[in-house]
């Protein structure tokens, strides 16, 4: 039995508190005589069709500010303003494993609610940076390109990049049902209605969701609810991981997540500064990632697909994330086009803690790859219009020998599953071949469609 309720509900105003509805401006309403602290949960009656929860957001002189977690609708000058909590937790426990939840924490995939002895706080500190154990030990997640190339670490946090249907959203269900984490917990924030039901029966299938929490907050959902979502997933993650767990935190997106605190932000009157973006969104972006990580019981390893506008790889939430993960992945609209999947593109790409957590044969043979493939798009021009002659250049005749191969073990169909250990073995014998072309010069005619993945 967990008994962390007392303790994160010191100092709470849990009853007594009353106001009245003042205005409304945009997607806030304002309160008279409420001093309730920012955060707090409230109840406002409507005339019609019963009370609505709202939350408190800011204050404006002598006002507070609330934003309800559903419509306006029915809400009148002088409707009666409850306080109902002024500290957000949700229940948590193993009950959670293999469900669809919302926001709120409430099961919604048609199943009866699972009994969660345990309360946590959705706004949980990070794990103070004295505290943080090394990453040493790689985390699998199934995807070759990745951990062939990309090798991730048991804490790390990345993010993918990638513009509007250029498939993260598969290669996400991909990693949740092949990782060899203990559990998965899988945030949909700002999602259609309809990818929901089919990522969960496709992409994760049975097998996945055994062993995952999967949180959705539509699109059509208010913005406060598409920001909780993030914290929710977060929150069950850090419970799995103090219960020793090692966990895969996938949430997609962070950028809708931003939006949605722009929403916030601008309807409480916040100056709109970088983009429109305000201030309150590169605050809560660092204390949002910096709760992934490791600890001495377990661990928590992020990967946030960032939703890059217009393909901008500069825009500011894809900048200001990059700048906060410890590595990206790049999924290129390019390499989709062809028919290369997943559409990773490994030069725009790093994990920075490769070398910490892969033994010298595999960072020695990938850096050989990276060259291979360096030299090909360096001379894509060259070689698309025919004008590339072999023997000018080395190094560019074993890359175009080895072009299948390369790409052979850069892609992978949806439903293969690849251990670790067969990447290392793919990648290693990949990179041997191209080192002895190189150094015997020998024919790169001779292998010229090997396929070693």
Not at 285 to 292: G, I, M
Not at 341 to 366: C, D, G, T
Request: a neutral charge.
């Amino acid at each position: 039995m967990i008994t962390e309720l007392p303790k994160y509900m010191e100092g709470a105003t849990l009853a007594g508190l009353t106001g009245s509805v003042m205005q409304t401006v945009g997607l806030t309403a304002a309160i008279a005589d409420f001093p309730a602290p920012v955060g707090s949960l409230v109840s406002i009656q409507r005339q019609a069709g019963g009370a609505i929860e709202a939350e408190v957001v800011g204050f404006r002189d002598k006002q507070t500010l609330v934003m309800p977690l559903s419509n306006l609708d029915g809400i009148r000058r002088g409707s009666q303003v409850k306080l109902l909590r002024s500290t957000r937790t949700i229940r948590v426990g193993e009950g959670l494993l293999g469900r669809v939840i919302d926001a709120r924490g409430r099961c919604i995939d048609g199943r009866p609610q699972p009994m969660l002895p345990g309360y946590r706080s959705m706004h949980g500190e990070p794990i103070p940076p004295t505290e943080r154990p090394p990453i040493d030990a790689p985390l699998a997640t199934g995807v070759k390109a990745i951990d062939g190339m990309l090798t991730c670490g048991r804490g790390q946090r990345l993010g993918i990049f990638a513009g509007s249907g250029v498939g993260k959203s598969v290669l996400l269900g991909m990693m949740a049902r092949y990782t060899d984490a203990d559990v998965t917990v899988i945030a949909m924030i700002g999602e259609r209605g309809r990818e929901v039901n089919e990522f969960v029966q496709r992409q994760l299938g049975p097998e996945g969701l055994a062993r995952s929490v999967v949180i959705a907050a539509t699109s059509n959902e208010p913005a406060l609810l598409r920001v909780q979502a993030a914290y929710v997933a977060t929150t069950i993650a850090e419970y799995f991981r103090d219960q020793g767990k090692n966990v895969l935190l996938v949430m997609d997106s962070v950028t809708r997540f931003a939006l949605a605190q722009r929403e916030i932000g601008l309807s409480s009157g916040e100056p709109p500064t970088t983009r429109g973006y305000p201030p309150s969104v590169f605050a809560l972006l660092p204390k949002l990632v910096e709760r992934a990580g490791r600890t001495a019981s377990g661990s928590i390893t992020a990967f946030y697909s960032v939703l890059v506008e217009g393909d901008d790889e500069n825009e500011p939430i894809a900048d200001t994330v990059r700048g906060l993960l410890d590595g990206h992945v790049w999924l290129s609209r390019r390499l989709a086009e062809r028919g290369h999947y997943p559409a990773i593109n490994v030069l725009s790409s790093i994990s920075r803690l490769m070398n910490e957590i892969s033994s010298p044969v595999q960072q020695k043979a990938a850096r050989l790859l990276r060259q291979m493939l360096a030299a090909l798009n360096e001379n894509e021009d060259l070689l698309s219009i025919g004008a590339y002659r072999q023997g000018n250049n080395r190094e560019l005749d074993v890359a175009v020998a080895m072009k299948d191969s390369l790409n052979g073990l850069l892609q992978q169909q949806v439903d293969e599953r690849v251990s670790l250990d067969q990447v290392r073995t793919s990648v290693a014998q990949l990179a041997e071949k191209c080192a002895q072309l190189l150094t015997q010069g020998a024919k790169p005619a001779a292998v010229g469609n090997e396929n070693l993945s």
